[in-house]
């Protein structure tokens, strides 16, 4: 052992340098230890580390971010979506307008919402415990072929029944043709508008 590379024992627990930097007591055949703190850079990038993976797994594998959340969403959507397209084949905004000026067949529709629809929607459109379907507020709707897929569809959570399991879709077309002619009739006790202002 030479004394140039290794300190003697009495010098094992003095600083080596200005810092806090400290050789420990052991001493193995001439091996010895320094005991350096970590620094300040390593600690700060482990606790962040940590706090990261926290917040990471908080966010992002619970609701609402939660990446098998989001893809549930995104899914629902599309199928919603599809399927739309598949009740709407042929069905336009424009064919439901016409439809809408066919006096002889709003005569059946009115027959036909008088008997299932009014009791909710009232017999003029006007609301009770459905909403009014006579003025420019709507909730699902933002054009013609949204009343379609609404009446067909339903909303069963809030009560509007999902007409489509027991009215033919020719039905359903006449009865949204009505609803549309509906629009902007005034009718008497409407009840007060909800959702949205749409124009269509
Ligand atoms: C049992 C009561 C009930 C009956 C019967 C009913 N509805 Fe509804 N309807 C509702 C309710 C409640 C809502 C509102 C749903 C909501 O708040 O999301 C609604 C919503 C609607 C909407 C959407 C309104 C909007 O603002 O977007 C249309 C269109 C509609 N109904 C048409 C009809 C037609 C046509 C019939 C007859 C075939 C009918 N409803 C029968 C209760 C009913």
Redesign the pocket.
């Given at each position: 052992m030479s004394d140039v590379t290794q300190p003697s024992p009495t010098d094992t627990a003095k600083p080596l340098s200005e810092g806090t930097a400290q050789i420990l007591d052991h001493n193995y055949d001439g091996i010895q230890e320094y005991d350096n703190p970590l620094p300040g850079w390593w600690k700060a990038l482990f606790l962040g580390s940590i706090l990261f993976s926290v917040a990471y797994l908080t966010l992002f594998t619970g609701e609402p971010f939660s990446i098998a959340h989001e893809y549930e969403r995104e899914h629902a959507e599309l199928l919603t979506r599809a399927a739309s397209a598949d009740l709407l084949a042929g069905i336009t905004n424009e064919s439901l307008s016409a439809l809408a000026q066919d006096a002889e067949a709003m005569q059946a529709a009115k027959t036909?919402?008088l008997a299932?629809?009014a009791?909710?929607?009232g017999e003029a459109g006007q609301g009770t415990?459905?909403?009014n379907?006579t003025d420019d507020?709507?909730?699902?709707?933002k054009e013609v072929t949204?009343?379609y897929l609404?009446?067909y569809q339903g909303?069963e959570a809030?009560?509007?029944?999902a007409?489509g399991k027991s009215?033919k879709p020719e039905e359903?077309q006449l009865?949204?043709a009505?609803?549309h002619s509906l629009r902007g009739s005034n009718p008497a006790n409407p009840r007060a508008p909800?959702?949205e202002k749409t124009e269509f």
């Open positions: 036909k919402y299932v629809c009791s909710c929607h415990i459905g909403p379907l507020h709507w909730i699902h709707c949204d009343i609404t009446i909303v809030k009560g509007m029944i007409w009215l359903i009865l949204t009505y609803v909800q959702g």
